[in-house]
């Protein structure tokens, strides 16, 4: 009979809520799934201190209880879990002020462990994952997707590539040696203007610098500028996120892409 391990998964999600650092990085990989971090990018480690540190500040009363579950296609060794995470959300969570209601999340995840620690994969599809996030005000509700947001939210660049893409790594893309325009030359969507149309957040395309409203907002002119000429990357301009996404390759790349990409081609990045 095979051991259970959810005990030590138990252990783990306890030293989470806690903010035992020490607990989580002896428990942890440095490495993702499938993926080694790049010189520049934070370890898995470094990610669930840093991620969890700004959940429990926006929900002092967090707990985290382990259930197994049956996974799917799952590796010898391999440990499903359902986290039951539960508390009130009292804090501000990037950007996203207090509601005082009580949060409640339960996504599955996959634990695999080596040598070197445990591997941690969500096993969240992007609309649950965007709910849980719409739970805590970080996302707009769905019907109000369109609108300019009421406070600056900006959810780490890491949790929105893993939403969105399923990955913690980078997805391959055979566009990036294609930027040429790293900062806007305008705050507005031009098109929008002419026609009385707004927006909640705008995107610049990095081959040519059209700046168009985003996916979200009604008229979508950044996504029908690539539509159009097939110029694939934007990024986004709104708070200086700077995250930037392939509409060819749906691959989303943090910030230190871009960084790295306007510093390689001698335009260095104004910051704020």
């Not at 201190?49 to 996974?71: F, H, M, N, T």
Request: aromatic share 8%.
């Amino acid at each position: 009979m095979a051991t259970d391990r959810t005990p030590e998964i138990q252990t783990f999600a306890d030293a989470l809520v806690a903010g035992d650092e020490a607990g989580i990085r002896a428990f942890l990989s440095d490495d993702y799934f499938g993926h080694s971090p790049a010189p520049d990018e934070p370890s898995q480690a470094d990610r669930w201190v840093g991620l969890l540190g700004d959940v429990r500040a926006a929900l002092p009363d967090l707990r985290i209880e382990i259930e197994p579950v049956e996974l799917e296609a799952a590796a010898p060794g391999d440990v499903g879990v359902r986290a039951v995470i539960t508390g009130t959300h009292t804090g501000d969570l990037w950007g996203a002020p207090a509601t005082g209601a009580p949060f409640r999340g339960e996504p599955v995840l996959r634990f695999r462990p080596t040598e070197t620690g445990w591997l941690v994969q969500g096993e969240v599809p992007p609309p649950a994952a965007i709910g849980m996030l719409r739970a805590l005000g970080v996302a707009p509700p769905a019907d109000k997707m369109h609108l300019e947001p009421r406070y600056p939210v900006s959810p780490p660049d890491f949790l929105l590539k893993v939403a969105f893409t399923g990955m913690a790594a980078d997805k391959p893309c055979a566009h990036l040696d294609d930027a040429r325009v790293f900062e806007p030359s305008t705050d507005v969507c031009q098109e929008c203007v002419a026609t009385g149309g707004y927006w909640p957040a705008l995107r610049l395309c990095l081959i040519c610098g059209n700046v168009g409203c985003c996916d979200t907002s009604i008229n979508k002119h950044a996504k029908a500028h690539f539509e159009a000429t097939g110029h694939a990357l934007i990024r986004s301009i709104r708070l200086q996120e700077g995250w930037i996404w392939c509409y060819e390759d749906g691959a989303l790349f943090e910030r230190r892409t871009l960084v790295r990409l306007a510093a390689e081609a001698g335009s260095p990045l104004r910051e704020a």
